[in-house]
């Protein structure tokens, strides 16, 4: 699955608007987030879709997906799912009188794990490797993962009976924390009047790049440029959480680099060789806020973490120029 990506030259901006429309083909309505998740994609990171049944979740999930021409597999979390069934086990030949290792579902450039809060922690916890390190160990034995890599989650955070929450560990593994939210009602008519009548859909979606092109992108993206004052900005912005009395466990290092990852494939996107302040701050929420622990005072006053971290980015002061 190796190619040379890092030799290859992309127009990372044409890249990313061929799959903004393919992927819009089916999911209406709903740009902003459809933006968010290509730049999760662009930024080598994994995306985590929460919001109720019904809007669109595993869709967004399986658009992404096939837009790519690349493997794709699909894991439904369930209580009953094994760590083997995610990663891959080893079993006894017989003609060969050894182990061999048989690869799990997570051996894919991308992996849509559906109800992901529905499996045990156990099997949760199967993950970590592959989503940091980009490898599976199996009987002392390491496997490298292709690329990309990009696990895409969905979860309901309303219902909360057979669920596992996914610990702080494992959230902070994810670059980008997506809510989906409710159509607008123009949307939703929209909707209504083209499913069913000829619209495309999710299964019958082509794809307009090959994974070479995602990572050839990734490439790209790790070379635009962030000022040293950004750097500093985005470090202010940290420590800030960290030390909020309101807070119980602010934003790891991890965190901040994926602001920057982030940061650096939305100014791609938009054909800039260059962050700005901007970019940083569109991104913030969906990047921090669910590395973000209250404390038991803010839980009992009725805040959320979303209120606690508009108030750190209104206080930080931002770099007057890029630099």
């Known amino acids: 699955m190796a190619q040379p990506a890092a030799a290859r030259r ?17 999911i209406q309505g709903k740009r902003e987030q459809v933006k968010l998740a290509l730049v999760c994609l662009f930024a080598e990171g994994h995306l985590l879709i929460e919001d109720v049944p019904g809007v669109g979740k595993t869709s967004l999930a399986k658009a992404l997906a096939r837009s790519i021409a ?10 009953d799912l094994l760590p083997s069934d995610v990663v891959g086990v080893s079993v006894w ?10 690869p799990g579902a997570v051996f894919a450039h ?59 560990a494992q959230l902070d593994r994810f ?4 809510p989906m939210g409710y159509p607008s009602r123009d949307a939703e008519v929209a ?7 000829g619209h495309t859909r999710v299964d019958a979606l082509e794809p307009v790049a090959s994974a070479a092109d995602v990572a050839a ?20 912005l940290a420590d800030a959480t960290r030390r909020h009395p309101e807070l119980a466990l602010g934003v790891s290092p991890r965190g901040a680099l994926a602001l920057q990852r982030a940061a650096r494939a939305l100014a791609a996107s938009t054909g800039r060789e260059y962050v700005i302040p901007d970019d940083i701050k569109m991104l913030a929420p969906a990047i921090l806020e669910h590395r973000l622990l209250l404390g038991p005072e803010a839980e009992l006053r009725g805040l959320t973490t979303g209120d606690i971290l508009r108030a750190v980015i209104a206080s930080v002061p931002v770099p007057g120029a890029a630099g």
């Open 10 to 26: 992309i127009d990372v901006a044409a890249l990313f608007d061929a799959l903004l429309q393919n992927v819009e083909q089916v």
């Open 70 to 79: 690349a493997t794709a597999h699909r894991i439904q979390f369930t209580p």
């Open 93 to 102: 030949n017989r003609s060969t009188n050894e182990f061999e290792f048989r």
């Open 110 to 168: 991308v992996v849509l794990a559906d109800e992901i809060n529905r499996a045990s922690p156990k099997t949760q916890s199967a993950l970590l490797e592959s989503m940091e390190e980009r490898q599976v160990t199996s009987d002392s034995h390491t496997y490298a993962l292709p690329r990309p890599f990009l696990v895409i989650a969905t979860q309901n955070p309303i219902e909360l009976e057979g669920t596992y929450p996914l610990p702080e």
């Open 175 to 178: 670059l980008m924390r997506l």
């Open 191 to 197: 909707i209504l009047a083209t499913l069913g009548a």
């Open 217 to 236: 992108a990734a490439d790209a993206v790790a070379t635009v440029h962030v000022a040293p004052a950004l750097q500093a900005y985005i470090v202010d």
